[in-house]
């Protein structure tokens, strides 16, 4: 499965990369999130455990950070490995935000792509939206319930 999703914030870019990047808080704008555990700041090589409605527990590894521009991560579950980037992209009016899975492999990756897919992809979305709410209306906007 591969999926991509763009939304265009009307913030910095600096204040979008401190909220996306600070994946503890993501309960608080990421209705799909439950809980977000994380030691640190977000790194190469740090450990990200991550709890979804109707999904299982995941451990993310941070693989890449490019500060201020992107991140990748990777999970693995049983029988399938996926991969996933954060990308931020200042603009003349703005931020553009880009959330893809790159790639999932493995013998179960089809199967997973079919029972989770449609949930993944809204998931993302949903992120998405809440990134930008919480970007452009500040630490007092609501995550809306999935």
Partial sequence: MQYSTSVRIDAPAETVW?????????PEWNSTVTRAEMGGVLSVGNRV?????????????????APGDS??????????????EHKVKAESDGTTVTEAILRQTGP???????????RTRRYMD?????????????????????
Avoid at 18 to 26: G, K, R
Avoid at 57 to 62: E, N, Y
Avoid at 71 to 84: D, E, I, K, L, Q
């Fill in 18 to 26: 401190a909220v996306l990047t600070d994946v503890v808080q993501w």
């Fill in 108 to 118: 179960l990756s089809g199967v997973v792509g079919v029972l989770f897919g449609e």
């Fill in 71 to 84: 991140f990748s991560w990777t999970t693995r579950s049983p029988g399938v490995t996926t991969v996933a």
């Fill in 126 to 146: 949903v992120e998405a939206a809440g990134l930008k709410r919480r970007c452009e209306e500040g630490e007092d906007a609501r995550p809306e319930r999935d």
């Fill in 49 to 65: 455990r991550m709890k979804q409605k109707r999904m299982p527990r995941l451990t993310w590894l941070v693989t890449e950070v």
